[in-house]
């Protein structure tokens, strides 16, 4: 059986749609999946309008074994990371397959080779192109199905990453909340003691209107609160316009909550709902009709994706978490959410104690994965 290795043209119609369309046959039998927002993925490949390119690059390749395309893989060059901390690396990205692992090792040999010739030094993934990617791959947890943007994927996909010699660097986990579950009465007091005391608030947002008019502020918060995290990179102008695009498509503003210290942003709490099944009756495309399916889901949904804490670092140790884990109660409660899904958690912010304290289960892992080249 031949098999070959292709690098699609980005211009080319029936190659990007070759590409996008890869993993619904992977998939078809698998209820967990949740389809990827066909707009969003052919919008990573186009070099004109999407913001990445504006400063640096990326390639995407096929695998295909007796005219099928049986894997996919993008491979990304990103000049705004490797400047800021001072690296080679090149992460990949959109990694999908059947279970061939011939076919598997011989796309990561095209993006290692790709890597060499841009003398960089390491590859990582799975990492995206823009801040709010879903990072990692799934390694357990393959029964559920996944919060909106974060990757699932089946179990094999381990084996056949590891098998072209890639290690795990890190793992990022999620833990499942019960609606039902209860802060103690110590925290609640410590939450309102903390906002008395050093004279926090909560901003919350009445509609998208108001919402929008904040975004650049949240965005520029979100950066700082991060900026010394390994995934963290300068986000531009034009990439914060499709990072908030992105959060308006599936935000509900009353989930999101700042904590303020006067006209200053403390801390953030990001709440979605969880509008997963809307997309699989959408099968990941919005139009003409696909819109229903989401603002359906999106006003019956008993599931919250939480997705996006914050400290900014003068705040840190001054019960603002305290603030946040009071706020996500609430939040869950007056909202009739029945499930949470805390997702792909940060250590400096939610860590695996405070969730588990909460009432949380650590239920699903994603691995980010490297290789030095």
Not at 95 to 114: C, N, Q, T, V
Not at 160 to 165: K, Q, S, T, V
Request: charged share 25%.
């Amino acid at each position: 059986m031949s098999l070959s290795i292709v690098k699609i043209d980005t211009s080319s119609r029936r190659d990007v749609g070759r590409f996008v369309a890869l993993p619904w046959p992977i998939y078809e039998a698998t209820p967990q999946w949740v389809p990827p927002l066909v707009d969003d993925t052919k919008l990573m490949l186009d070099r004109r309008r999407y913001p990445f390119y504006q400063h640096s690059t990326a390639d995407f390749f096929l695998a295909v074994r007796d005219g099928r395309d049986v894997g996919r893989i993008a491979v990304l060059d990103n000049r705004h990371y490797n400047e800021h901390w001072g690296s080679k690396t090149a992460f990949f990205y959109l990694f999908d397959a059947f279970d061939d692992a011939e076919a598997a090792a011989a796309l990561f040999g095209a993006i290692e080779g790709w890597a060499k010739e841009r003398g960089l030094n390491k590859i990582v993934g799975a990492k995206g192109f823009l801040q709010g990617d879903g990072i990692g791959v799934l390694v357990e947890g393959f029964e559920h199905h996944p919060a909106v943007g974060i990757p699932y994927n089946h179990a094999y996909y381990g084996k056949l990453i590891e098998a072209a010699g890639y290690v795990g660097q890190r793992d990022f986990l999620s833990a499942y909340l019960p609606g039902n579950a209860g802060l103690p009465e110590r925290a609640h007091q410590i939450a309102d003691k903390m906002m008395e005391r050093r004279g926090f608030s909560i901003k919350t947002f009445s509609g998208k209107k108001e919402l929008v008019a904040w975004i650049p502020r949240i965005i520029e918060t979100y950066n700082q609160a991060f900026v010394d995290n390994w995934e963290f990179n300068p986000v531009t102008q034009a990439e914060a316009k499709v990072v908030g695009d992105r959060l308006l498509q599936i935000a509900d503003p009353k989930l999101i909550k700042l904590v303020m210290k006067g006209d200053v942003i403390a801390g953030f709490l990001f709440g979605f709902p969880d509008i997963s099944e809307g997309i699989r009756r959408a099968n990941g495309r919005i139009w003409p009709v696909g819109w229903f399916h989401l603002l359906r889901d999106m006003k019956r949904t008993k599931w919250i994706n939480l997705n996006g804490a914050g400290i900014l670092a003068p705040y840190r140790g001054l019960g603002v978490n305290a603030i946040l884990y009071v706020e996500m109660e609430r939040t869950m409660r007056s909202g009739g959410f029945e499930h949470a899904d805390i997702v792909q958690m940060e250590e400096h912010v939610l860590t695996v104690n405070d969730a588990e304290n909460m009432g949380g289960k650590i239920y699903k892992r994603h691995r980010i994965y490297e290789k030095s080249i």
